[in-house]
């Protein structure tokens, strides 16, 4: 039982450090936003598989503290999150499409077992603001981990949530629209 629990635990486990369980091929994304908010720039790019990773390493605009571009401190505090909006199994057609474009990509052969597109919703909150960006995401399956597949997600587009700030312009003002 011992071995069997710890094999599962094993099984779970993708790129950086892990701290909650999910299913698995929603683990890179989610420790894509751990790793966010620790600035764990090398946790990050473990999300990613590793010729992905040592592209983006190796290009011209590459910065070792790239999270603090990506995710700003903020002074008045902050929390990021993120949740799977919509997910989809690909076929192995999709699947073989994907290995072709990474060699093309890449210049290296990878064998993907399984593969989903995601549609994940990172959510930024400061103070009394909340900003989102959506991103289209393929997650993939190789040697058992999961890996975000394709280039290094190098910005992210936060963009005012307008409800939110609708909501904070209202108390400011002090206007009621429920009397």
Not at 147 to 156: C, H, L, P
């Amino acid at each position: 039982m011992l071995f069997t629990t710890a094999l599962l635990a094993l099984s779970l486990a993708s790129c950086g450090k892990e701290a909650e369980q999910s299913v698995n091929y929603e683990q890179p994304v989610r420790t894509l936003a751990r790793t966010m908010l620790e600035y764990d720039e090398q946790g990050y790019l473990a999300c990613f598989t590793s010729a992905a990773s040592q592209s983006y390493q190796s290009s011209k605009d590459f910065n070792e503290e790239f999270i603090r571009f990506l995710y700003p401190e903020s002074s008045s505090g902050q929390k990021l999150t993120v949740s799977i909006v919509s997910h989809e199994e690909l076929d192995e057609k999709a699947i073989e499409t994907l290995e072709k474009d990474y060699v093309k990509t890449f210049k290296r052969r990878v064998d993907i077992t399984k593969a989903e597109k995601l549609s994940v919703r990172f959510k930024l909150y400061q103070k009394n603001l909340k900003r989102t960006d959506l991103k289209d995401i393929t997650v993939v399956r190789v040697n058992n981990t999961w890996y975000i597949y394709g280039k290094v997600i190098d910005d992210f587009d936060f963009v005012s949530d307008a409800a939110v700030f609708s909501d904070i312009i209202k108390s400011a003002t002090g206007s009621k629209d429920d009397e």
